[in-house]
């Protein structure tokens, strides 16, 4: 490293500490100067706080959002659903914010309090200070709305109404909040007079709980479910007079006996009619059995006759005892193989042989009559036919009879069909007539309690009148003035000593152009 080089580093470390002991010369010298920035800084602080700047008073309310009808129970609207609730959800309380803090309610508060309330009384100062405040805020007010007329001119602004602007304030002054990990609504109003914002708030509470019950409310559901309600009622009688009118139509009493009845008697003629064809199919056997047998019956048979001895055969059996007698005498004088003998004995077997073949009787005068066999079997023939014909005369009226009881089941079984239709409309039009029934009570329920204000929401901490301004903070502002002072007048003062154009440093003689800066000394 050079001995130039060496001296300007010397040069740049002398200068650095000359500019700091510049800097501390300089707020000596200009001490007077930062004493009264500062002291004006405080005074104008002072001065702003307590004349210029109105007091603003902050009123505070809270309400509590709470589980109730309106979000554990289902709205008499829902036909079918349920809710489940497990507590008061974000967006139930993000809705109570909005409505809240919505304009209509403050565009009402307005209309009901009236402009005029929200006029300051014009109050007559009495002492000093009093008056200093009247006329700097006079002065105040008449440069806004001196700025205000020139920014309509100008078409920078809209002209507004003393509503409008009352509309406007409230609006911005307002605020609506919800407090973490909580279900309670803080409501805040910063207003100038603390009187008129608890009435504000008062009212805006009140309004905003009027509108909550009447934005849950169901308008005009009651007059729906009387509607419904009279409407199902008639459609009950309806089916009602219709199931009385096809009772008597198809003669209906007790449908489950008349079909037992019906049915029994369908039973004994079916009976009566098989029976009936089976006498008839015996019959018709029976005839053709006994016509079969006629024809080998005779036609007469006898009645009577005679018996008498046959002549011959006494005349043979007197010649066989001569001759057995002769054969008896014949024998004691002749051998048994003589020929008289032989011719004896042939004699009496040729006799013999006569007896056996001949009848010891004779029949004399035979009677005859009609045979009774055959007379009965062709009365029973007679009879049988009789029957027969009787039988199957009786056949149609009794097909005529079960066809008339199938035509009175087939009656009973298709009334009662209808009438089973008609009681399944009716239970759907009684269960439909129950429900909206139901239905309207809970609706007369919900409007007795709306009436009465009965709902989830709940004024935790009604507004109370401020005791302190919230704005200005008069100790804070004139307690930070004397920095903020100090650091103006440091700035000043720096500033004043750069304007400054005599030569007291050697940073100051180094600056000139064309001038070499040769070193310095100290004493």
């Given at each position: 490293m050079g001995a130039a080089e060496t001296d300007e580093v010397e040069l740049q470390k002398g200068a650095g500490e000359d500019d700091l002991e510049a800097w501390k010369a300089a707020l000596v010298k200009y001490r007077a100067l930062l004493a009264v920035v500062v002291t004006a800084t405080v005074l104008s602080a002072y001065v702003t706080v307590q004349f210029v700047l109105r007091e603003v008073y902050e009123t505070k309310a809270s309400v509590l959002v709470k589980l109730g009808r309106e979000n554990t129970e289902v709205p008499v609207t829902v036909q079918k659903g349920a809710v489940l609730s497990g507590g008061v959800r974000?967006?139930?309380?993000?809705?109570?914010?909005?409505?809240?803090?919505?304009?209509?309610?403050?565009?009402?508060?307005?209309?009901?309090?009236?402009?005029?309330a929200f006029r300051m009384p014009m109050v007559e100062p009495q002492t000093l200070p009093q008056k200093i405040t009247h006329y700097v805020r006079a002065g105040v007010g008449w440069t806004r709305e001196r700025l205000a007329a020139l920014l309509v001119a100008t078409g920078l602004q809209k002209r507004l109404s003393d509503r409008e602007r009352l509309i406007l304030g409230i609006e911005g002054a307002l605020r609506v909040e919800a407090e973490r990990d909580s279900d309670v609504i803080t409501v805040r109003l910063q207003f100038g007079d603390p009187d008129l914002s608890v009435r504000i708030l008062s009212l805006l509470l009140d309004l905003y709980l009027d509108r909550h019950i009447e934005v849950r409310r169901?308008?005009?559901?009651?007059?729906?479910?009387?509607?419904?309600?009279?409407a199902r009622k008639r459609l009950v009688e309806q089916i009602d007079a219709a199931r009385e009118e096809i009772k008597a139509r198809f003669n209906l009493v007790s449908t489950a006996e008349q079909r037992t009845m019906l049915l029994k008697q369908l039973d004994t003629v079916r009976n009566e009619i098989d029976a009936n064809e089976a006498k008839r199919v015996a019959l018709q056997a029976q005839q053709a059995l006994m016509r079969g047998r006629l024809a080998a019956l005779p036609d007469e048979?006898?009645?009577?006759?005679?018996?008498?001895p046959n002549p011959s055969v006494q005349a043979r059996k007197d010649?066989?005892?001569l001759l057995q007698q002769e054969r008896a005498k014949l024998s004691t004088h002749y051998l048994p193989e003589s020929q008289v003998i032989r011719n004896v004995e042939r004699e009496i077997v040729a006799l013999t042989e006569l007896l056996a073949n001949e009848d010891s009787t004779l029949v004399g005068a035979i009677t005859y009559q009609a045979n009774p066999v055959k007379a009965s079997f062709m009365q029973s023939i007679e009879e049988a036919g009789v029957q027969i014909a009787g039988l199957e005369s009786s056949r149609p009226q009794r097909g005529a009879r079960v066809r008339e009881i199938e035509e009175q089941l087939r009656q009973i079984n298709e009334g009662e069909r209808q009438i089973r239709d008609l009681e399944r409309e009716r239970q759907i039009a009684e269960e439909s007539y129950l429900t909206y029934v139901k239905r309207m009570e809970e609706s007369l329920i919900v409007e007795e309690l709306d009436r009465r204000r009965i709902a989830n929401i709940s004024v935790l901490s009604p507004p109370v009148r401020a005791i302190e301004a919230v704005y200005p903070r008069k100790l804070f502002i004139v307690a930070l003035s004397?920095?903020?002072?100090?650091?103006?007048?440091?700035?000043?003062?720096?500033?004043?000593?750069?304007?400054?154009?005599?030569?007291?440093?050697?940073?100051?003689?180094?600056?000139?152009?064309?001038?070499?800066?040769?070193g310095g000394f100290r004493l």
């Open positions: 974000k967006e139930e309380l993000n809705s109570e914010i909005q409505l809240l803090s919505a304009r209509s309610l403050v565009t009402e508060v307005v209309d009901q309090i009236g402009s005029d169901d308008v005009e559901i009651r007059g729906v479910f009387s509607r419904q309600v009279a048979l006898r009645q009577s006759q005679s018996i008498t010649r066989l005892v004397f920095p903020a002072g100090l650091l103006i007048g440091v700035a000043m003062v720096f500033l004043v000593e750069y304007l400054n154009d005599v030569i007291s440093t050697p940073r100051d003689l180094a600056g000139i152009r064309g001038v070499t800066y040769l």
